[in-house]
């Protein structure tokens, strides 16, 4: 079974340029998770999709960043204009999805580690 | 809402010794443990989980954790680490319609 694919695995940008990011969760997981994960910090839940729709985006900085999930599949994240303090490594997870999906193992991808100038 | 907090940022340990790495949890409903594990430019991978049942719970590599609700802990412990072993950890909970939440890690160094 294939893991969870990321991409770009490194990305160096300026401020205020955009930049996004790419994810395809496991083959039949309903459950798409974004992170962020900030040098010497645990990861931190930006949006959850259940298929196409949106289950959690309270941290989720709306004002700069943008996620969809338009066909239930794979999943991109933007962030516009990107700031200093975004440099973060950007996790995408995936689980089945099921209706007690709180007790469900997310599977992780590698990660997008972006270094804003 | 819950927290965690993972009391040690750094753990030092000879090969083939013990270890136990902390972890405390707050929430005002039952929870369900977890931890991961991260090793170098990779993502996480889980560990083991306490969903109910049996405290003791046992997982990869080794590893196993024990829950303790009267004082709300789940330290992970191996009776005799590898090299292999050197990674950041952490523990994470969730309620069951709640976000999962993670510790700040514990960075296990491993040496000969």
């Known amino acids: 079974e294939a893991g969870v694919a990321q991409s770009p695995r490194y990305k160096i940008i300026e401020k205020r340029q955009s930049v996004a990011f790419w994810c395809n969760p496991i083959?039949?997981?309903?459950?798409l998770y974004w992170y962020q994960q900030i040098l010497g910090q645990g990861p931190k839940l930006l949006i959850q999709f259940q298929n196409n729709g949106v289950v959690d985006d309270s941290q989720l900085p709306k004002d700069r960043f943008s996620a969809e999930r338009l066909k239930g599949v794979d999943s991109t994240l933007k962030i516009q204009p990107a700031k200093l303090e975004d440099s973060a490594v950007y996790l995408c997870?995936?689980?089945?999805?099921?209706?007690?999906?709180?007790?469900?193992?997310?599977?992780f991808g590698p990660g997008t580690r972006l270094l804003v100038l | 809402a819950q927290s965690v907090t993972q009391l040690d940022s750094q753990v030092p340990v000879f090969e083939e010794a013990p270890v136990e790495l902390r972890c405390n949890y707050s929430s005002s409903v039952s929870v369900y443990l977890f931890w991961y594990v991260q090793y170098p430019n990779q993502g996480l991978q889980l560990l083991l989980k306490?969903?109910?049942?049996?405290?003791l719970v046992k997982g990869i590599n080794g590893f196993e954790a024990e829950f303790n609700k009267s004082q709300t802990s789940f330290h992970l412990r191996k009776p005799s680490v590898h090299i292999s072993d050197t990674a950041e950890y952490f523990c994470?909970?969730?309620?069951?319609?709640?976000?999962?939440?993670f510790g700040t890690g514990t960075r296990l160094q491993v040496t000969l």
């Open positions: 083959s039949g997981h309903a459950t």
């Open positions: 997870a995936s689980s089945r999805g099921g209706l007690a999906y709180g007790q469900e193992t997310q599977y």
């Open positions: 994470a909970v969730r309620g069951t319609a709640s976000k999962l939440t």
């Open positions: 306490y969903l109910s049942g049996s405290t």
